[in-house]
């Protein structure tokens, strides 16, 4: 809709103060940067990149000027005599990109660019998007089904379910206060753990652990069932708590996680982020005890409570 190739139902389109609605898609001013990089295979890099000012007519030496800047931005300047099939996957991308830059759009449209790379590429490619974003000062947006890519490159987030907007906020927002069940999921990696809790007098009870909740919050939600998110590193290894059985330790240099199973009649998956020196091993029987938690509806909507 952003560009043009599907109508709106309703609402209304503005790239800065100007409502595009209506407007055909070649006068919108955007540029699209696609999944598969859609490049020419019998034109160089140069020719590539400065296809679409030749077809809208611009000068030559306007087209050489913009595809030289364009490329020494991203690194391209020894490769622009070549041909697609002689560069690497993630050269092929920069390539789509120098093709949208040198348009010199308003908005640049990316659509899971970063898909088809290998996942040091990607990490690579992700950080020159950002800085790319910085330098050039024009919004993308920027699809994508990767939450890190999405944490990480991004000032604001649009979490989408079905097709209906959940939340819009930064980054940190969306972790620190997702607004309901499907963004708390959604959002970190790992992600949050769910777990039913029963209200029952000022007390929550989870995998038969009881924690305080507060008369205000328990009074929002719409029966004695919640859901109570916990990230994994606000699960604390402690003598009492919620008891669990260690399935899995997964070790990464500087922490570990755990992902076991809770002991209650539910036996819900849970992950428990700690320390590389905790000695905690696979089979282990361990009790966590939340030092931060959400609470959420359990309802379809799964609506945050406090």
């Not at 659509?111 to 290998?118: G, Q, R, W």
């Not at 604001?156 to 206060?177: E, I, N, S």
């Not at 007390?203 to 652990?209: A, D, H, L, P």
């Not at 859901?227 to 899995?248: A, D, F, K």
């Amino acid at each position: 809709m952003v560009a043009g190739l599907e109508p709106c139902d309703q609402g209304s389109i503005l790239i800065g103060d100007r409502d595009v609605t209506d407007v055909a898609p070649k006068d919108r001013d955007i540029a699209m940067v696609f999944q598969n990089y859609a490049l020419y295979p019998h034109m160089t890099v140069a020719a590539n990149m400065g296809f679409a000012l030749q077809i809208a007519g611009v000068a030559k030496d306007e087209i050489r000027r913009r595809v030289e800047e364009a490329a020494k931005l991203l690194d391209l300047t020894e490769y622009l005599d070549r041909k697609p099939k002689a560069l690497s996957g993630g050269q092929r991308q920069r390539v789509a990109m120098g093709r949208a830059i040198v348009r010199e759009p308003q908005v640049f449209l990316m659509d899971e660019p970063l898909s088809n790379l290998d996942a040091k590429l990607r990490v690579q490619t992700r950080t020159q998007i950002a800085a790319l974003q910085k330098r050039l000062g024009v919004t993308i947006i920027y699809v994508t089904h990767d939450q890190v890519e999405a944490m990480t490159m991004s000032d604001r987030v649009a979490v989408l379910k079905f097709g209906v907007l959940q939340q819009v906020d930064t980054p940190r927002a969306l972790y620190d206060r997702p607004a309901n069940a499907f963004v708390a999921g959604f959002i970190g990696s790992p992600a949050m753990n769910l777990l039913e809790g029963t209200i029952n007098s000022g007390n929550v009870s989870i995998g038969g652990y009881n924690v305080p909740i507060e008369a205000a919050v328990a009074n929002k939600a719409a029966s004695q069932k919640i859901i109570v998110g916990v990230r994994p590193e606000h699960l604390v290894v402690s003598n009492e708590g919620i008891s669990m059985t260690v399935n899995l330790v997964e070790e990464l240099g500087s922490d570990e996680f755990l992902y076991g199973t809770t002991n209650d009649d539910g036996g819900k998956d849970i992950t428990v982020r700690v320390g590389s020196d905790s000695n905690i091993r696979r089979g282990d029987v361990i009790k966590v005890k939340p030092s931060a938690m959400h609470f959420f509806d359990a309802t379809e909507d799964g609506a945050r409570l406090n």
